[in-house]
């Protein structure tokens, strides 16, 4: 962000200020003074200024944690009225944010505060000169009411919406086996549009589902992946031979195991072999590998299709995302459904595809006596 950009020049020109104040006392032999805020202010007239009225709020800390400055709007938000500044990491009780000052990493993370009160941050880690880091601070909390907000309007929409048409549509199943022929087609075609209708909402709900509460801890347990991926195979097998395609699958030996929630794997294993077969022309082969890549267990499925131009592939998880390509079109929920059952599996999804070449989708998920640790951290 360019924002993001402007601040990470400030603390750098902040950084080579302090040090600058730090070898003149020591050429006078002097100390530096126990309050930077009243040394920048009289003698940075030109940075001052802007640091003061920033939104953001900006830190300037040593390596072991100790505050050199702090800016106005992040002492507000991290309640810092008071000099002497605490310790960073007394504070921020975040062990990877600790880590990564540190470590002199760069890297942003999201934490929610509770006190002095709620507040959800986007908080930058900048590592600077010598042993200092820099943080900044951006308020997300307007942006994360309002996502919450959205989520659950969708997840009551949805659940509202379920009951008529579920009657809608048994309705009209009924009324298809008594109407003339002449007024077939018309309930075919309201027929066909409920259960589309139908299939968005049950989509809606699984991923309001997966954003809002993730998958429960009790749904999971130890299971054998290569059952998932019969089960999704049997499943959608009919659907491969109206199009005269050939599902592959060579399972390995040993069993597969992991610990996880059937249910949620299944629903992602099915849309991304939905995807598959849907964008797959007649007479060719969807072919799923399962195999072992480090900590994870990997499944693979690839296609022979169009392939997924460079500039959609990071959109494609996104929900209600159909692509620009003139194919049949679904919901835009399948993949971010895919993403979402990865994330709570403490694994993750990925797409490599060449236009005109087809594509191959890898979930990665973590072996049984890594999901534990893996899962925490996110």
């Not at 075919?188 to 209708?197: D, G, P, Q």
Request: charged fraction near 30%.
């Amino acid at each position: 962000m360019v924002i993001v950009s402007v601040l990470e020049l400030l603390l750098f020109s902040l950084a080579s200020f302090f040090l600058g104040l730090k070898l003149a006392s020591k050429r006078e032999k002097s100390p530096l003074s126990n309050h930077p805020k009243t040394t920048l202010k009289f003698q940075t007239p030109e940075i001052y200024p802007v640091l003061e009225a920033l939104e953001e709020g900006l830190i300037l800390c040593q390596k072991n944690g100790d505050i050199i400055y702090v800016n106005p709007q992040a002492r507000i938000y991290l309640d810092l009225a008071k000099d002497p500044l605490p310790n960073l990491f007394e504070i921020l009780r975040d062990l990877q944010i600790e880590n990564a000052v540190r470590e002199g990493k760069k890297e942003t993370f999201e934490k929610e505060f509770f006190w002095p009160s709620y507040r959800f941050f986007s908080i930058s880690v900048l590592p600077l000169e010598k042993d200092l880091a820099g943080l900044i601070f951006q308020d997300l909390t307007p942006f994360k009411r309002l996502l919450d907000v959205r989520r659950d309007f969708i997840a009551h929409l949805a659940h509202e919406f379920r009951t008529p048409l579920t009657a809608i549509e048994g309705y009209a199943e009924n009324l298809l086996e008594e109407v003339p022929k002449n007024l077939r087609a018309d309930l075919e075609i309201i027929l066909k549009n409920t259960k589309r209708l139908s299939k968005l909402l049950k989509d809606l709900q699984v991923l309001s589902r997966l954003e809002l509460q993730g998958i429960p801890e009790e749904d999971f347990e130890i299971l054998d992946l290569k059952e998932v991926i019969y089960a999704a195979l049997e499943v959608l097998f009919p659907e491969a031979s109206k199009k005269d395609l050939n599902l592959r699958f060579v399972p390995p030996a040993k069993p597969v195991l992991l610990r996880g929630s059937f249910d949620d794997l299944l629903r992602a294993l099915t849309n991304l072999l939905e995807n598959a077969i849907k964008f797959s022309p007649p007479g060719t082969e969807v072919k799923v590998d399962l195999y072992e890549e480090g900590a994870y267990w990997v499944i693979q499925v690839s296609d022979q299709g169009p392939g997924i131009s460079d500039s959609e592939k990071e959109r494609i998880f996104e929900r209600f995302y159909k692509g620009k390509g003139n194919g049949p079109k679904g919901t835009g929920l399948g993949l971010a459904i895919v993403k979402h059952v990865a994330k709570a599996h403490g694994g993750k999804v990925e797409v490599k595809s060449t236009l005109g070449k087809g594509s191959i989708f890898r979930l990665s998920l973590p072996k049984k006596e890594n999901h534990a640790s893996l899962l925490s951290q996110n």
